[in-house]
């Protein structure tokens, strides 16, 4: 596995010119992307399969996150890398997607949040922010079970955005999910919450 961990670095460290080439936020640092393509790629061997038998889609993911101007820095969960019918393809967060659009100045900020059987939740109308009460610090027994999600945003002209989800919605988007329907370890075991 060392070797294939060296021809893959050498082919990631192959894509600086590109990557800076079609680089949108001058920010996006090849050699941290690269550190953390290869940290994501060499941490299992399914993932590290999928790379070496399909390079170019490493090299499309990589170059992707320059063209997009995101992170694969753990720490700000704006997107991932991922295997997906043996192609490792860029995955955006919705985190990242919030970035990307606070960045661009679409809008000024969002929340998303699940919302469970006993909080009181009322959508206020497509044009205005949701009431949602709810205790925080009581824990998923007390709230009972997830039936839905929504997002809010806040627009530049102070208008605000709301969309809202039923968890049997969201449920089919997650059977839809290749390593969902494969019974591995993924994003909608380990993070559902986020996920949702």
Same mark, same amino acid.
Not at 14 to 37: H, S, Y
Not at 92 to 119: C, E, F, P, T
Not at 136 to 165: C, N, Q
């Given at each position: 596995?060392?070797?294939?961990?060296?021809?893959?670095?050498?082919?990631?460290?192959?894509?600086?010119?590109?990557?800076?080439?079609?680089?949108?936020?001058?920010?996006?640092?090849?050699?941290?992307?690269? =550190?953390?393509?290869?940290?994501?790629?060499?941490?299992?061997?399914?993932?590290?399969?999928?790379?070496?038998?399909?390079?170019?889609? $490493?090299?499309?993911?990589?170059?992707?996150? #320059?063209?997009?101007?995101?992170?694969?820095?753990?720490?700000?969960?704006? #997107?991932?890398?991922?295997?997906?019918?043996? $192609?490792?393809?860029?995955?955006?967060?919705?985190?990242?997607?919030?970035?990307?659009?606070?960045?661009?100045? &679409?809008?000024?900020?969002?929340?998303?949040?699940?919302?469970? *059987?006993?909080?009181?939740?009322? $959508?206020?109308?497509?044009?205005?922010?949701? /009431?949602?009460g709810h205790?925080?610090?009581? =824990?998923a027994e007390?709230?009972g079970a997830?039936?839905?999600?929504?997002?809010? $945003?806040?627009?530049?002209? =102070?208008?605000?955005?709301?969309?809202?989800?039923?968890? %049997?919605?969201?449920?089919?988007?997650? %059977?839809?999910?290749? &390593?969902?329907?494969?019974?591995? *370890?993924?994003?909608?075991? /380990?993070?559902?919450?986020?996920?949702?």
């Amino acid at each position: 596995m060392s070797n294939d961990i060296a021809l893959l670095s050498e082919a990631v460290y192959a894509l600086r010119e590109n990557f800076t080439t079609v680089a949108v936020d001058r920010g996006v640092n090849f050699d941290k992307e690269a =550190g953390f393509a290869l940290q994501i790629l060499s941490a299992t061997e399914f993932m590290m399969k999928a790379a070496m038998n399909n390079r170019a889609s $490493v090299e499309n993911a990589i170059t992707n996150i #320059a063209a997009i101007g995101i992170s694969l820095n753990p720490a700000k969960k704006q #997107a991932y890398l991922v295997v997906r019918k043996g $192609v490792i393809c860029l995955d955006i967060s919705y985190m990242g997607l919030i970035d990307l659009a606070v960045g661009a100045g &679409a809008i000024l900020w969002a929340q998303a949040n699940i919302v469970r *059987k006993h909080d009181n939740f009322i $959508v206020n109308g497509f044009d205005k922010p949701p /009431t949602h009460g709810h205790d925080p610090f009581a =824990g998923a027994e007390a709230r009972g079970a997830i039936v839905g999600a929504y997002v809010v $945003v806040k627009t530049p002209d =102070g208008e605000y955005l709301t969309h809202t989800m039923d968890i %049997d919605s969201i449920y089919s988007i997650r %059977d839809r999910s290749e &390593a969902w329907k494969a019974g591995q *370890k993924g994003p909608w075991k /380990t993070d559902e919450g986020e996920m949702i």
